[in-house]
């Protein structure tokens, strides 16, 4: 049953294995039902690839079925020629630690399941046969009054991420070199506990645009990325005239900078839309927490600039002036030598060592292990375990809460 | 009281003697007093891939197995056990415990301490965290729960191993790192034994005690 998953979605079982912290031996047993998997590994196995328990506890159900009629939905989407191994593999650790959040949250009862509400009026209250894109915005609307986003008139790229885990959607940035994908979203967990999750490559990729990124994939999370399996993204892919790619982009667009905060902004810092410098541009991306271009567009869309004049605008180089006004255009190093030691906190604190692939866990996801570590809710041998770390690396990271009472 | 029919064992614990190569305790706990040293599927899963070592205990988990001085707590050899276990359990009452059990520690803890208080037996571990959130969050530890150093310090106690033996396995555990009772970390095996409180010795209970017991209460065992 595993191997056909394995085979038909492209993944190599010993580093499947090596991702999932199981010796590869036992794992390509697993995979050839040659032995059981033990109870306790069923739940995982079953979060991670998507397949039912039931096929996992006895494999002689799954042997009666054709391989395409076991291969989960977010695998055909993953197995594509444009698709790297890295992508799989990142995908197999993101579903692995979506399934450990569900665990975490089920043992801090602190679940947060609002996206499902929210997600779910958006959709019935979006008039699919309208124009893709009048359909994003109109969800994006939905999306900013149903949340924090609607209350304040500023960039919200600083708020992005906590209000979306609030929601109590996965949010995964982290660098994949070799890989093509700016983001994708797919929803991760047993199918009964399951959650969306959206990733953006980092790779290459700055703050601003990622905020974007993000807000993208949300679009597709509430829409497709369910019922198709996942969606994917591409670095090269600018202009996408697909509807679906349509109505993301123009939700995650009027999300990020409606109108009102274009038009807020832009007074509150005194520029004039007819004479927009590299000075004024730069204000307005730093501001919004959004990429000059999509400022740009965003400004014509809303009749502030006029369409002939968006290509030039676009072309104006603002790389020194945003890097003077905002401490989101500089790098790790300039950060922390501007900001000094306190910044360091974060520092090398997020990567896994133990998977074969490094990947950068969320600030929040990482907080809430190392809470619920310091709260006595979970030993430091289950926290190492969440973080994809060793124990000692975790005391090493973290500190020990039991150093003194032990004998 | 009998001894107990097995002691169930974590990874953390069996690994610090791998590291020393050293499983004459858990052969003498088998053939001189009848306690089968015991380990769970998820522990037996665990030292075939175990974070940095990778499949480093392999070949020292199955010359264990193969040679009878571990054994894996699969159904059949768990239900021979239910005989003498608490009233009410079962395999599927262990399962549920140590699922329970790994929401808050590591599987291979979750599933030893599990089986340890499904069947009442004693379990075997240096994980103190694990033992620490386990009480915080009500749930029942096994009685006792052994550290490495309780096995080797009894071993010395009933004359399977001399100081030159445990002060080899307390070197190779500070080369590699491990962590120790905090009597035995600056002092010789010899030296740190006064100031260790051992939860496992050999004779009678010397005091008939009726205080409910812990974690920590010591272990009377008698050769068979």
Redesign the interface.
């Known amino acids: 049953m595993l191997q056909v998953v394995l085979d038909s979605a492209g993944l190599d079982a010993k580093t499947c294995a090596g991702l999932l912290g199981i010796s590869p031996t036992v794992f390509a047993e697993w995979s050839a039902g040659q032995r059981s998997i033990p109870e306790s590994m069923i739940p995982l196995l079953s979060a991670v690839f998507s397949v039912p328990l039931e096929f996992l506890r006895s494999p002689k159900t799954a042997k009666r079925e054709k391989p395409e009629d076991l291969t989960p939905a977010i695998w055909f989407k993953f197995r594509g020629p444009e698709l790297v191994d890295a992508d799989r593999e990142c995908v197999v650790l993101i579903r692995q630690l979506g399934h450990y959040l569900n665990e975490l949250e089920s043992v801090t009862r602190n679940r947060s399941l609002q996206w499902k509400t929210l997600f779910e009026s958006i959709r019935s209250a979006t008039d699919l046969q309208a124009a893709p894109r009048e359909q994003g915005r109109s969800a994006a609307r939905m999306f900013r009054e149903g949340t924090a986003l609607g209350h304040g008139q500023k960039g919200s790229g600083e708020v992005l991420r906590g209000l979306l885990r609030s929601l109590g959607v996965l949010v995964f940035e982290t660098p994949l070199k070799e890989s093509r994908m700016e983001g994708c979203s797919f929803y991760v967990g047993a199918q009964a506990a399951s959650r969306p999750c959206v990733f953006a490559n980092t790779h290459h990729v700055t703050w601003f645009r990622r905020n974007m990124v993000l807000m993208h994939e949300v679009g597709h999370a509430i829409f497709e990325s369910a019922y198709v399996g996942a969606s994917v993204d591409f670095m090269d892919k600018e202009e996408n005239s697909e509807p679906l790619e349509m109505r993301a982009q123009a939700f995650a667009q009027e999300c990020l900078v409606p109108k009102s905060v274009l038009i807020h902004i832009a007074q509150s810092n005194g520029i004039k839309w007819t004479n927009l410098s590299a000075r004024s541009l730069a204000l307005l991306v730093a501001d919004t927490h959004v990429e000059q271009r999509t400022v740009v567009d965003a400004a014509v869309e809303e009749g502030l600039v006029q369409p002939e004049m968006a290509d030039e605008l676009k072309r104006i180089d603002i790389a020194k002036e945003l890097h003077e006004i905002s401490e989101h255009a500089l790098s790790t190093e300039e950060y922390l030598e501007r900001f000094g030691p306190d910044a360091e906190q974060w520092v090398g604190k997020r990567t896994t060592t133990l998977s074969p692939r490094s990947l950068r866990l969320p600030v929040g996801y990482v907080n809430s292990v190392v809470e619920a570590y310091k709260n006595c809710q979970i030993s430091s041998g289950k926290a190492a375990e969440y973080l994809v770390i060793d124990r000692s690396e975790f005391i090493e990271r973290f500190g020990d809460i039991y150093a003194e009472a032990e004998e | 009281m009998p001894n107990p029919a097995i002691l169930v064992c974590d990874s953390d614990a069996l690994v610090q003697f791998f590291l020393s190569n050293e499983v004459r305790p858990f052969r003498h706990l088998r053939d001189e007093y009848g306690i089968q040293p015991a380990i769970t599927?998820?522990v037996d899963?665990e030292l075939?891939?175990l974070?940095?070592h990778k499949?480093r205990f392999?070949a020292q988990l199955e010359k264990s197995l193969k040679s009878g001085v571990l054994r894996v707590l699969d159904p059949p050899y768990f239900q021979s056990l239910l005989g003498s276990a608490p009233v009410g359990a079962s395999w599927a009452g262990f399962?549920s415990l140590?699922?329970q059990y790994?929401?808050?520690?590591?599987?291979?803890?979750a599933?030893t301490f599990a089986a340890a208080v499904t069947l009442g037996m004693p379990a075997l571990s240096n994980?103190?965290?694990?033992i620490?959130?386990?009480e915080?969050?009500f749930l029942n530890l096994p009685t006792p729960v052994l550290r490495a150093f309780d096995l080797l310090a009894f071993c010395h106690q009933s004359g399977c191993l001399d100081l030159k033996a445990c002060n080899e396995v307390r070197s190779e555990l500070l080369k590699n790192?491990e962590g120790m009772?905090?009597?035995f970390m600056n002092s010789s095996f010899e030296d740190g034994l006064p100031n260790?409180?051992p939860r496992l010795r050999d004779g009678a209970n010397p005091s008939a005690t009726t205080n409910a017991p812990t974690f920590s209460t010591t272990l009377y065992i008698s050769e068979i």
């Open positions: 599927q998820e899963l075939r891939w974070g940095k499949d392999v399962q140590g699922a790994e929401g808050h520690i590591h599987r291979g803890e599933y994980d103190f965290s694990a620490k959130t386990s915080a969050n790192k009772p905090k009597a260790f409180a």
